[in-house]
């Protein structure tokens, strides 16, 4: 792996700090999304898991935040707990007094109000409501609960006896689900209240006075950006300050834990990327292979290339080096087939040129009157073995002489030879300009690039793409390893030879 690039000791632990900071912030941000939807746990410290209830200590929160959300106690099921409250204190005080029938008598009424209007609706938790009736009804062992609740809150239940029972049940399995019910005010917006920008206010001032110093330094060290690129270069802290989907911070803390170092997610990336690669890099090679063959395939056939091509020596050409090279290309071309390919193909020239002519010596009629004398059927074949041995001799010598003097600096040779090209180009190009001649090349360029689509294209998606990234990956290693051990006099000095390298013609 790359070594890290240092950092001075102060900005490290500044960043560290600034991500304490953000951290916060983001945990704040969760709490508030969390908040409504687990104001029960908040409010009583109940955690369900697997069937079993566990009691956490908790400190009080809810009467806290509630206002941040705009909630506040729903009067109906606020004044149900009131009159139990009512009814515990006069029932402490005279089991049998006339306070106490009151007492029952208005729970009575109240629970019908509660059946009947449902107050728990407002806050989205008539599911509770029902858990109230199901235990209820469980309790007395009716199946009405309406009927349940009034012979729950009558004098018959309520005995000096059992008054007590009665009410541990209630402030056990009744009490916490109508507690748990809450009335959220409304805005003018139509949306329920939420006064978390209060909280959220300190932390936008503080992340916005952070994000300028950041901005004004990096148009300091790049002053070709404008301020407009510059605010872009730290994107990723923009999303501090979107007012929805708060949930986004978690991207800013990420890349500022990497920029603190105190998480590394280079491995991660990268392996992610080496994933995401291997999944794609066979189908879009061969995608962009066949899209750029398939559009040299229509140049070809609607004439574009052919006809740009003939017509380049009509149009101004662009040198970008001075020199000719296909003048060059001619040249070492010519070096390569008169003293290399000639000498090597001069026997089976001799032979072939030495089986043309015998051929053409049979088939004169003088001949086959002249096999008939002695002696004379073995002069043919002395003949034209001397002579095929002779003509490839002086064809090979000539070629090389002819070569070797165009070698030399000779100026009129240059321009006979030049000349020779713009004639030979000419040529060419009036002949390759006939329509039959055109279509054919054509129709065989095509059909050479349809076999190279179906031969080698399209088997890019059976390549082991996950070997090559393999590859690729060990060889970034040994390359950073060998940067790192590299001396800077080295560094200095292989610079200089490769300025030097590229300076040379």
Same mark, same amino acid.
């Given at each position: ?22 951290? !916060?912030?983001? =945990? ?15 409010? $009583? ?43 515990? @204190? ?60 009034? $012979? ?9 006896? @059992?008054?007590?029972? $009665?009410? *541990? ?45 950041? #901005?004004?330094?990096?148009? !300091? ?36 834990? %990497? ?38 395939? @229509? ?7 052919? %006809? ?29 087939? #008169? ?25 004169? /009629? ?13 002069? /043919? ?6 002579? =095929? ?10 070629? @090389?002489?002819?070569?070797?003097? !165009? ?50 294209? $399209? ?18 290693? *040994? ?27």
């Amino acid at each position: 792996m790359a070594p890290r690039k240092a950092i001075n000791p102060i900005t490290l632990w500044t960043e560290r700090l600034l991500v304490v900071v953000v951290a !916060l912030n983001l =945990a704040l941000v969760l709490f508030d999304l969390s908040y409504v939807p687990w104001r029960n746990f908040w409010l $009583q410290g109940n955690l369900q898991v697997a069937g079993l209830r566990f009691q956490i200590p908790l400190p009080q929160v809810t009467w806290r935040y509630d206002p941040i959300k705009g909630i506040e106690p729903h009067r109906d099921t606020e004044e149900y707990i009131r009159n139990v409250d009512l009814l515990d @204190q006069a029932l402490k005080t005279d089991p049998k007094s006339e306070a106490v029938k009151q007492q029952l008598t208005q729970l009575r009424s109240l629970s019908e109000n509660l059946i009947d209007e449902n107050p728990f609706a407002t806050a989205g938790k008539s599911g509770t409501l029902e858990r109230i009736k199901n235990r209820i009804r469980d309790r007395q062992g009716v199946e009405s609960a309406r009927v349940a609740f009034n $012979q729950f809150w009558s004098p018959e239940t309520f005995t000096p006896d @059992q008054w007590p029972e $009665q009410l *541990a049940f209630f402030n056990r399995d009744i009490r916490p689900l109508i507690e748990t019910n809450y009335y959220r005010s409304i805005g003018e917006n139509g949306e329920p209240i939420d006064r978390f920008w209060r909280l959220d206010l300190p932390f936008q001032l503080f992340f916005a006075a952070e994000l300028l110093i950041h #901005v004004y330094f990096i148009k !300091l060290r790049h002053r070709s950006l404008s301020w407009r690129d510059a605010l872009l270069w730290r994107w990723y802290d923009l999303l501090l300050f979107v007012p929805f989907w708060r949930w986004l911070r978690l991207l800013p803390l990420v890349v500022r834990l %990497q920029t603190a170092r105190l998480i590394d997610f280079d491995p991660l990336r990268k392996q992610f990327g080496r994933g995401f690669v291997a999944l794609f890099a066979g189908e879009l090679t061969e995608v962009i292979a066949l899209q750029t063959i398939s559009q040299l395939q @229509q140049g070809i056939r609607q004439g574009r290339w052919l %006809q740009s091509a003939l017509s380049a020596s009509r149009d101004p050409y662009v040198d970008l080096n001075n020199v000719n090279e296909i003048e060059a290309i001619a040249r070492r071309l010519a070096h390569i087939i #008169v003293y290399q390919v000639l000498p090597q193909i001069q026997p089976n020239f001799e032979a072939l040129l030495n089986h043309s002519l015998q051929g053409s010596l049979h088939r004169l /009629p003088a001949y086959q009157l002249l096999q008939n004398l002695p002696g004379f059927n073995l002069v /043919p074949n002395r003949l034209t073995q001397q002579l =095929a041995s002779g003509v490839s001799q002086a064809i090979t010598t000539v070629s @090389q002489g002819t070569y070797s003097s !165009l070698s030399i600096n000779d100026p009129q040779a240059s321009e006979l030879l030049e000349a020779l090209v713009e004639q030979f180009t000419s040529a060419l190009v009036t002949a390759l300009q006939d329509k039959d001649t055109l279509g054919e090349i054509q129709t065989l360029l095509c059909d050479f690039l349809e076999e190279f689509k179906i031969n080698y294209i $399209q088997r890019l998606s059976e390549f082991d793409f996950d070997a090559l990234l393999e590859e690729a990956e060990q060889i970034g290693y *040994a390359g950073a390893a060998q940067a790192a051990t590299t001396p800077a006099s080295a560094k200095s000095s292989t610079k200089s030879s490769t300025k030097s390298f590229l300076a040379k013609p």
